[in-house]
């Protein structure tokens, strides 16, 4: 009998899986205290196929869904890479958008914070004192937007990319679209060839493809999820309306979800800033995020966003790639995305990392074309967003006013920027040679 109890505790033992950890996976103890201090227990998918490979020397072309941790499955082998064999200007990351630069960055440096890991960003808009000065700290990762990097790159005196060990692409398959391709040649003509290069996203083009037969070496190809996935997590409504009332629509799932942290997409930059006074002289808490404006107002939108729970961040795509707001619970797109793989990646910016969230977007009369092809991505065709058409007519007076508002302020502004470029004219005409160097 003693003997019988005593076999059946090593079968239940035997048939229990190993925990799996960031240790289990390779990563060395003071990785592994940045994770537990970031309350990561237990390696995400991406992150559990991903690293072990990273860490035997392999090319990755990592496809995992939105806030599934793709940063982390390459930051954390690429520290680990850099603790063994410490070196400046050892990694460089390329993302497309500023604010994403400055996201990675900081995660990099939570990570690496045991490690004393230093960070350099380079993103579109600085000028070149600034490049310079960021270069000149011999960064251990550089993270940047590619724009004209490598002719900076180049011209810095005392930086060489032969050092480089490690490239990534995050957001691979929008860098390879776009218009920085030459750039990117010429970078994997520079970089060693015994480089190690990840490519991530949450959707793939061909393009990668193309890039990964010309300049990978055998890469493995880790995807933990279809080519255009959506969040489970993530409940998906559209609401069809006809294009004269959506404004009422928005001020009306606004009110009636007050509380919430939404982001709402436009299709062009002046949309979001209309949108954005509209329901500021509603009294609701809306910030403009778009690439028109300077990268200070740019980071100060999101950082205003990121310090308010409850607030509206009213967005173009810059926004729609890869921005971790653990609090947003509430996706609108007011203008339904040109490009149904933005749709992927805007919804993407609520369900993040386990949690729930919604989405709903606009159709009109205008989009129907558009909005099928979405439903053809996903492979769903997705519930229509509860709503009293009556209830919502109710506000068109206060929407009405708050329209002409908002035009006028518009007006205002644009009256403004007209003025500063009359200002700047005048500045040119005194230092012409300078200010066209800085514009480059
Ligand atoms: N192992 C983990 N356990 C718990 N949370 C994690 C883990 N790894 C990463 N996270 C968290 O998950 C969130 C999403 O991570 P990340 O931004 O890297 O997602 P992503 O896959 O790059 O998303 P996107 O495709 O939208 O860019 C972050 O808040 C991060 O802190």
Redesign the pocket.
Known sequence: MAQAIDTEEITEKSDEKPELT?KSLGIVDVLCEA?LR???????R??EEGIPLALEGKDIIGL??????????FAIPILQALLEKPSRLFALILTPTRE?AY?ISE?FEALGSGIGVKCGVIVGGMDMVSQALVLGKRPHVLIATPGRLLDHLENTKGFNLKSLKYLVM??ADRILNMDFEVDLDKILKVIPKQRHTYL???TMTKKVQKLQRASLKDPVKVEVSSKYQTVEKLQQYYLFIPAKYKDCYLVSIINEMAGNSFMVFCGTCSNTTRTALLLRSLGVQAIPLNGQMSQTKRLGALNNFKAKPGSILVATDVAS????I?HVDFIINFDIPTHSKDYI?RV??TA???RSGRSVSFVTQYDVELYQRIEFLIGKKLPEFPTVQDEVLLLMERVNEAQRIAKMEMKDLEEKKKKRKVDDEDDNRIIPYKKKKYRK
């Open positions: 960031f994770c970031l309350k990561w227990t237990t390696p995400t991406i992150q995992a869904e939105t806030g599934s941790g793709k940063t982390a499955a994403l996201q995660q995050d957001e991530f996203s949450a790639r890869g921005l971790d653990p990646h993407g910016r993040r990392a386990g």
